[in-house]
C-alpha cells in the first residue's frame, strides 16, 4: 500500500515575525531621521526671519502664509501624484525633493546671514535668496507632506493587514510619539547650537544633517519594502489600478470624441466656452481629490480634526508673543512648551490602552470632549485681573488639553485608516492635511486682524468656539455611525446596581 506523505509544516510564523519586526524598527529610525530634519526646519526659519528683518515679524509672518498656503492649495495635488506613482518612485520623489529643498534652503539662510549688509549694499538679490528660502521651504515642508501620507496613511496600514487591529493602534502610536519627540527634542539641539554657536551653525548643521541622512533614509526605506512582502502585494495593486485607470480612460476618451462629433453634425455647433471651462474644472486633480474626499464616511471626523487647527491655543508665535507681553520669564515659556510636548507624548501611551476598550471612534469622543473640558481653564483666564496668574492658568489648560487632542488625532487617523479604501487613502490624507493648512491659515490672518495682545482674549474665545463646533460634528458624527451616544441599557444595571447596594 502506497502511503502519501504529507508536505512538511510550514516554518513558524514567530521567525517571520520576527524579521517583519526587525524591518518595521528600520521604518521607525528612517521615520525619525526624516522628521528631525523637519522639526528642525521649522523651529529655525522664524529666528532666521527675525535675524534678516529685525524688529519685526514681518518675514516670519509671511513665511508662515507661504508655507500655510502652498499646503491647503497643493496638498490634494500631492496625494493624486501619489496615487499615480509606484511606492520606490514616491520615495524617490519626496526624499530627493524635501532633502533638496532644505539643503537649499540652508544654503540660502548660510549666505543671507554671511553677507547681511546685502539687505543695504544689494537689495535686489537680498530679497532674491529670501524668496528662494521661502519657496524651497515651503517645498520642502510639500515633501514632507508626501512622506507623511505614504508613511503613516498607507505603509501603516498595509504592514498591519491580517493582524489584530491592537497592532495598527500600536504602530500609529509609536509613529506620533517619533514626531512628537522630535518636535520636543530637535529644537533644543538647534537651540543649544544657536545658543553657543551661532544661527549660521544651524544652518550649516540643517544642511549637512539632510545630505547624509538623505542616502540612510533611502536604504531604510527601500529595504522596509524589500523585507515586507504586504508592501510589493500593494505596490503591484496600485500598478493594476493605474493600468486599469489609463483603459478606462482612453476607452472614455474615445467615446466622448465620437459623442461630440455626433452632435458636431447634428447640431453643427461646438460646445460653449462655458461648458469647456466647467468640464475642465471637474476634470481637474483637485477638485476629483476633494470630491473623494467629500463622499467619505469619515468626512465629518476629519472636518472636526481639522477645525482643531483653527487655534491660538498652542505654544505657537501668537500666544509665546502674548505670554512675553504679560512679563513670563523666557525659560518658564521654555518648560511649559516641555512639559505641552511630554503631555502630548503620554497621549501615545494612553490612547492604545483606550482603544482597546472602547474602540476608536468612542476614544475619538471621549478624547475630544476632555480636551474641550480642559480649555474652560483657558477660557476662565480671562476673567483674572492678575496678568500673571491669567498667563499661568492659559499655559496650564493648554498643557493639560494636548492629552485629549493627540489622542482625539490618533482616533481620527486611525479611524479614516479603517473606513477609507486603499485606492483613497493617499488623496483623502493629503486632503485632510490640506483642510489643516487653511484653518492653520485662518489662524495667522485672525492674528494679523487682531494684533493686539491686549485683545488676545477674543483669539482664545474664538479658538474654544471652533473646538466646541469640531466636538459637537464628531459627536453627530458617532451618533450617525452607530445611532447612539450612550449605553442607556448599561447605564440602568449601573444605576439599579447603586440603588440595590444603597
Avoid at 532633502?99 to 537689495?123: E, H, K, P, Q, Y
Avoid at 544633517?209 to 508592501?231: C, D, H, K, M, R
Avoid at 476629483?288 to 463622499?295: F, N, T
Wanted: proline share 3%; glycine share 6%.
Amino acid at each position: 500500500m502506497n502511503i502519501e506523505l504529507s508536505p512538511p509544516p510550514p516554518a513558524p510564523t514567530h521567525l517571520q515575525e520576527e524579521e517583519k519586526q526587525a524591518f518595521i524598527i528600520r521604518l521607525y529610525v528612517a521615520h525619525f531621521l526624516s522628521r528631525w530634519g523637519a522639526r528642525m526646519w521649522e523651529f529655525s526659519v522664524g529666528l532666521y526671519m527675525i535675524k534678516l528683518w529685525p524688529n519685526s515679524l514681518l518675514f516670519a509672518a509671511i513665511y508662515g502664509v507661504v508655507e500655510s498656503s502652498s499646503t491647503a492649495l497643493f496638498g490634494p495635488t500631492v496625494g493624486q501624484l501619489l496615487d499615480n506613482y509606484t511606492y520606490v518612485k514616491v520615495l524617490r520623489l519626496w526624499l530627493i525633493t524635501q532633502n533638496l529643498s532644505f539643503i537649499l534652503a540652508g544654503g540660502s539662510v548660510i549666505a543671507l546671514l554671511t553677507f547681511s549688509d546685502w539687505r543695504f549694499t544689494n537689495f535686489t538679490l537680498f530679497i532674491s535668496l529670501v524668496i528662494l528660502t521661502n519657496v524651497s521651504g515651503a517645498l520642502g515642508v510639500l515633501s514632507t507632506l508626501a512622506g507623511t501620507i505614504l508613511v503613516e496613511r498607507e505603509w501603516v496600514v498595509v504592514i498591519s493587514e491580517g493582524h489584530p487591529p491592537e497592532k495598527l493602534t500600536k504602530m500609529n502610536s509609536v509613529i506620533r510619539r517619533i514626531d512628537l519627540s522630535c518636535k520636543l527634542l530637535a529644537p533644543v539641539a538647534t537651540g543649544f547650537i544657536i545658543s553657543f554657536v551661532s544661527l549660521k551653525a544651524s544652518a550649516t548643521t540643517l544642511a549637512l544633517w539632510t545630505t547624509l541622512t538623505v542616502w540612510v533614509e533611502y536604504w531604510l526605506f527601500t529595504s522596509v519594502y524589500q523585507g515586507i512582502p504586504a508592501l510589493q502585494r500593494s505596490s503591484q495593486r496600485r500598478l493594476a489600478r493605474l493600468q486599469t485607470k489609463s483603459d478606462l480612460e482612453e476607452e472614455n476618451t474615445s467615446t466622448l470624441h465620437e459623442q461630440k462629433s455626433l452632435i458636431s453634425n447634428d447640431q453643427g455647433c461646438k460646445p460653449s466656452p462655458r461648458n469647456k471651462i466647467i468640464n475642465w474644472v471637474s476634470k481637474a486633480p483637485i477638485v476629483s481629490a476633494w470630491k473623494a474626499y467629500i463622499m467619505q464616511d469619515v468626512a465629518l471626523a476629519g472636518v472636526s480634526l481639522a477645525l482643531l487647527f483653527f487655534t491660538v491655543l498652542s505654544f505657537g508665535t501668537l500666544m509665546t508673543a502674548t505670554l512675553e507681553w504679560q512679563g513670563i520669564p523666557t525659560y518658564a515659556i521654555g518648560i511649559a512648551r516641555g512639559l505641552n510636548a511630554v503631555v502630548g507624548i503620554a497621549a501615545t501611551v494612553v490612547y492604545p490602552f483606550l482603544q482597546s476598550r472602547i474602540t476608536s471612534i468612542r476614544t475619538g469622543l471621549w478624547s475630544i470632549w476632555s480636551q474641550w473640558i480642559c480649555l474652560l481653564v483657558c477660557v476662565g483666564s480671562i476673567w483674572m485681573q492678575n496678568k500673571s496668574l491669567s498667563a499661568y492658568m492659559l499655559m496650564a489648560g493648554v498643557i493639560l488639553s494636548r492629552l485629549g487632542l493627540w489622542m482625539f488625532d490618533l482616533a481620527v487617523i486611525q479611524e479614516m485608516q479603517d473606513r477609507v479604501s486603499e485606492s483613497d487613502r493617499c488623496v483623502v490624507g493629503a486632503v485632510q492635511n490640506s483642510l489643516q493648512s487653511i484653518m492653520d491659515l485662518l489662524t495667522y490672518v485672525m492674528g494679523i486682524i487682531i494684533s493686539n495682545p491686549m485683545d488676545f482674549w477674543k483669539l482664545n474665545l474664538m479658538s474654544f468656539f471652533a473646538v466646541t463646533l469640531a466636538a459637537m460634528i464628531y459627536t453627530y458624527h458617532l451618533f450617525r455611525v452607530r445611532k447612539h451616544l450612550i449605553h442607556y441599557e448599561k447605564l440602568a444595571v449601573v444605576v439599579q446596581s447603586y440603588m440595590r447596594a444603597s
